[in-house]
Protein backbone atom coordinates (compact mmCIF):
# COMPACT_ATOMS: atom_id res chain seq x y z
CA UNK A 1 0.00 0.00 0.00
CA UNK A 2 1.64 3.45 -0.60
CA UNK A 3 2.75 5.57 2.20
CA UNK A 4 3.85 9.03 2.75
CA UNK A 5 7.49 9.03 3.78
CA UNK A 6 9.46 11.45 5.96
CA UNK A 7 12.93 12.17 6.79
CA UNK A 8 14.79 12.34 8.93
CA UNK A 9 13.21 10.42 11.86
CA UNK A 10 14.89 12.24 14.32
CA UNK A 11 17.23 16.06 13.79
CA UNK A 12 18.05 17.33 16.59
CA UNK A 13 19.44 20.96 15.92
CA UNK A 14 21.04 23.82 18.14
CA UNK A 15 18.37 26.57 18.75
CA UNK A 16 18.92 29.52 15.89
CA UNK A 17 19.51 26.61 13.32
CA UNK A 18 17.97 26.29 10.03
CA UNK A 19 16.15 22.69 9.64
CA UNK A 20 14.52 21.48 6.63
CA UNK A 21 12.22 18.52 7.09
CA UNK A 22 11.21 15.90 4.22
CA UNK A 23 8.49 14.31 2.88
CA UNK A 24 7.57 12.36 -0.01
CA UNK A 25 3.68 12.52 -0.27
CA UNK A 26 1.70 9.75 -2.10
CA UNK A 27 2.50 9.96 -5.73
CA UNK A 28 -0.82 10.67 -7.11
CA UNK A 29 -1.76 12.61 -4.41
CA UNK A 30 -2.27 16.44 -4.67
CA UNK A 31 -2.63 17.83 -1.25
CA UNK A 32 -0.17 18.60 0.90
CA UNK A 33 0.09 19.24 4.60
CA UNK A 34 2.05 19.68 8.00
CA UNK A 35 0.74 19.46 11.56
CA UNK A 36 3.17 18.83 14.60
CA UNK A 37 2.66 17.40 17.71
CA UNK A 38 4.22 19.06 20.62
CA UNK A 39 4.97 16.13 23.75
CA UNK A 40 1.57 15.52 25.29
CA UNK A 41 -0.26 18.07 23.10
CA UNK A 42 -3.14 17.51 20.65
CA UNK A 43 -1.55 17.37 16.92
CA UNK A 44 -1.75 20.97 15.60
CA UNK A 45 -2.15 22.11 11.66
CA UNK A 46 0.54 24.11 10.14
CA UNK A 47 -0.01 24.75 6.73
CA UNK A 48 -1.56 23.32 3.53
CA UNK A 49 -0.62 23.40 -0.05
CA UNK A 50 -1.45 22.97 -3.09
CA UNK A 51 -0.99 23.53 -6.93
CA UNK A 52 2.57 24.82 -5.44
CA UNK A 53 0.91 27.67 -3.38
CA UNK A 54 0.11 27.73 0.23
CA UNK A 55 -3.90 27.05 0.93
CA UNK A 56 -4.06 27.78 4.15
CA UNK A 57 -1.70 28.30 7.42
CA UNK A 58 -1.97 28.74 11.26
CA UNK A 59 -1.43 31.50 13.79
CA UNK A 60 2.18 28.87 14.32
CA UNK A 61 3.06 29.29 10.79
CA UNK A 62 5.02 32.68 11.10
CA UNK A 63 7.95 34.14 9.06
CA UNK A 64 9.70 31.41 10.12
CA UNK A 65 8.35 28.17 8.43
CA UNK A 66 8.04 28.26 5.20
CA UNK A 67 7.01 25.01 2.48
CA UNK A 68 8.46 24.17 -0.86
CA UNK A 69 7.38 21.70 -3.35
CA UNK A 70 10.99 21.49 -5.52
CA UNK A 71 10.32 18.87 -7.54
CA UNK A 72 7.83 16.21 -8.92
CA UNK A 73 8.04 14.43 -5.44
CA UNK A 74 9.39 16.07 -2.55
CA UNK A 75 7.59 18.12 -0.10
CA UNK A 76 9.17 20.07 2.47
CA UNK A 77 9.29 22.45 6.11
CA UNK A 78 11.66 24.73 6.77
CA UNK A 79 12.21 26.34 9.89
CA UNK A 80 15.25 29.40 9.39
CA UNK A 81 15.69 30.09 13.38
CA UNK A 82 14.75 27.18 15.32
CA UNK A 83 13.63 27.90 18.79
CA UNK A 84 12.99 25.54 21.69
CA UNK A 85 9.58 25.76 21.52
CA UNK A 86 9.54 24.33 18.41
CA UNK A 87 10.53 20.92 19.69
CA UNK A 88 7.85 18.45 18.27
CA UNK A 89 6.98 15.53 16.15
CA UNK A 90 6.31 17.27 12.63
CA UNK A 91 4.04 15.21 10.57
CA UNK A 92 3.42 15.56 7.10
CA UNK A 93 -0.07 14.84 5.46
CA UNK A 94 -1.49 13.87 2.23
CA UNK A 95 -4.96 13.52 0.23
CA UNK A 96 -5.65 12.09 -3.35
CA UNK A 97 -7.18 14.46 -5.83
CA UNK A 98 -10.52 15.55 -4.79
CA UNK A 99 -13.06 16.19 -1.84
CA UNK A 100 -14.15 13.66 0.59
CA UNK A 101 -9.99 12.18 0.87
CA UNK A 102 -8.60 11.39 3.89
CA UNK A 103 -5.24 12.43 4.67
CA UNK A 104 -2.82 10.11 5.19
CA UNK A 105 0.23 10.67 7.05
CA UNK A 106 3.77 10.11 7.65
CA UNK A 107 5.51 8.67 10.68
CA UNK A 108 6.75 11.86 11.32
CA UNK A 109 10.35 13.60 12.10
CA UNK A 110 10.93 14.43 16.39
CA UNK A 111 12.58 17.33 16.03
CA UNK A 112 14.80 18.25 19.05
CA UNK A 113 16.11 21.94 19.84
CA UNK A 114 19.09 22.06 21.80
CA UNK B 1 -12.01 28.71 17.90
CA UNK B 2 -12.52 25.38 16.36
CA UNK B 3 -12.58 22.70 19.54
CA UNK B 4 -12.90 18.86 19.13
CA UNK B 5 -12.97 17.31 22.15
CA UNK B 6 -12.85 13.32 23.25
CA UNK B 7 -13.84 11.28 25.95
CA UNK B 8 -12.73 9.32 27.91
CA UNK B 9 -9.03 10.97 28.09
CA UNK B 10 -7.68 7.09 28.98
CA UNK B 11 -9.30 3.87 29.49
CA UNK B 12 -8.07 0.43 29.86
CA UNK B 13 -10.47 -2.87 29.59
CA UNK B 14 -9.74 -6.33 29.64
CA UNK B 15 -9.32 -8.21 26.49
CA UNK B 16 -12.93 -9.52 24.56
CA UNK B 17 -14.70 -6.19 25.99
CA UNK B 18 -16.48 -3.89 23.88
CA UNK B 19 -15.40 -0.20 23.53
CA UNK B 20 -17.28 3.20 22.98
CA UNK B 21 -14.99 6.09 22.55
CA UNK B 22 -16.78 9.81 22.22
CA UNK B 23 -16.07 12.87 20.34
CA UNK B 24 -17.89 16.30 20.72
CA UNK B 25 -16.99 18.95 18.47
CA UNK B 26 -17.71 23.02 17.64
CA UNK B 27 -16.34 23.86 14.30
CA UNK B 28 -17.48 26.83 11.72
CA UNK B 29 -17.18 24.95 8.77
CA UNK B 30 -17.47 21.23 8.94
CA UNK B 31 -17.43 18.87 5.79
CA UNK B 32 -15.83 15.48 7.52
CA UNK B 33 -14.99 13.82 11.07
CA UNK B 34 -12.33 11.11 10.65
CA UNK B 35 -11.12 8.56 13.45
CA UNK B 36 -7.46 7.90 13.27
CA UNK B 37 -5.36 5.15 15.35
CA UNK B 38 -1.86 6.18 16.68
CA UNK B 39 0.42 3.74 18.11
CA UNK B 40 3.88 4.50 17.85
CA UNK B 41 4.18 7.25 15.35
CA UNK B 42 1.88 7.68 12.23
CA UNK B 43 -1.97 8.47 13.09
CA UNK B 44 -3.43 5.32 10.65
CA UNK B 45 -6.96 6.69 8.77
CA UNK B 46 -9.74 4.27 10.19
CA UNK B 47 -13.07 6.15 9.14
CA UNK B 48 -13.99 9.36 7.76
CA UNK B 49 -17.61 10.24 8.14
CA UNK B 50 -19.68 13.31 6.27
CA UNK B 51 -22.95 12.04 6.91
CA UNK B 52 -25.20 11.74 10.03
CA UNK B 53 -26.99 8.20 10.65
CA UNK B 54 -24.76 6.14 8.54
CA UNK B 55 -22.56 4.04 10.20
CA UNK B 56 -19.24 2.88 8.77
CA UNK B 57 -17.89 -0.69 9.61
CA UNK B 58 -14.73 -2.19 9.23
CA UNK B 59 -14.36 -5.49 10.96
CA UNK B 60 -14.79 -5.18 14.64
CA UNK B 61 -14.95 -1.17 14.33
CA UNK B 62 -17.40 0.82 13.57
CA UNK B 63 -18.25 4.45 13.77
CA UNK B 64 -21.54 7.19 13.26
CA UNK B 65 -21.95 10.70 13.24
CA UNK B 66 -24.97 12.96 14.60
CA UNK B 67 -24.27 16.05 12.52
CA UNK B 68 -27.70 17.59 14.48
CA UNK B 69 -25.68 17.47 17.94
CA UNK B 70 -22.05 17.35 16.77
CA UNK B 71 -20.67 14.32 18.04
CA UNK B 72 -19.27 10.71 17.09
CA UNK B 73 -18.85 7.63 18.29
CA UNK B 74 -16.03 4.74 17.95
CA UNK B 75 -17.27 1.10 18.53
CA UNK B 76 -14.61 -1.59 18.80
CA UNK B 77 -16.04 -5.23 19.40
CA UNK B 78 -13.99 -8.08 21.00
CA UNK B 79 -11.54 -5.68 21.71
CA UNK B 80 -7.57 -7.45 21.23
CA UNK B 81 -4.41 -6.47 22.15
CA UNK B 82 -3.36 -4.89 19.20
CA UNK B 83 -6.08 -2.38 19.67
CA UNK B 84 -4.25 -0.89 22.07
CA UNK B 85 -3.09 3.15 20.86
CA UNK B 86 -4.47 6.42 20.77
CA UNK B 87 -7.56 7.16 18.93
CA UNK B 88 -7.91 10.52 17.63
CA UNK B 89 -10.59 12.22 16.38
CA UNK B 90 -10.42 15.00 14.14
CA UNK B 91 -12.80 17.22 12.01
CA UNK B 92 -12.18 18.46 8.46
CA UNK B 93 -12.70 22.32 7.34
CA UNK B 94 -12.90 22.92 3.96
CA UNK B 95 -10.92 25.01 2.27
CA UNK B 96 -10.67 25.20 -2.21
CA UNK B 97 -10.21 21.34 -2.08
CA UNK B 98 -7.90 21.49 1.13
CA UNK B 99 -9.17 20.04 4.28
CA UNK B 100 -7.54 21.34 7.76
CA UNK B 101 -7.96 18.83 10.43
CA UNK B 102 -8.77 20.26 14.12
CA UNK B 103 -7.91 17.31 16.22
CA UNK B 104 -8.64 16.25 19.89
CA UNK B 105 -6.23 14.81 22.30
CA UNK B 106 -7.44 11.32 21.89
CA UNK B 107 -8.73 8.91 23.96
CA UNK B 108 -5.64 6.21 25.16
CA UNK B 109 -6.94 2.66 25.04
CA UNK B 110 -5.60 -0.18 26.60
CA UNK B 111 -6.34 -3.58 26.40
CA UNK B 112 -5.09 -6.03 29.08
CA UNK B 113 -5.00 -9.71 28.45
Known amino acids: EPEVTQTPSHQVTQMGQEVILRCVPI?????FYWYRQILGQKVEFLVS????????KSEIFDDQFSVERPDGSNFTLKIRSTKLEDSAMYFC????????????FGDGTRLSIL | EDKVVQSPLSLVVHEGDTVTLNCSYEVTNFRSLLWYKQEKKAPTFLFMLTSSGIEKKSGRLSSILDKKELFSILNITATQTGDSAVYLC?????????????FGTGTRLTIIP
Open chain 2, 90 to 102: AVGSPNFGNEKLT
Open chain 1, 49 to 56: FYNNEISE
Open chain 1, 27 to 31: SNHLY
Open chain 1, 93 to 104: ASSGTGFGQPQH
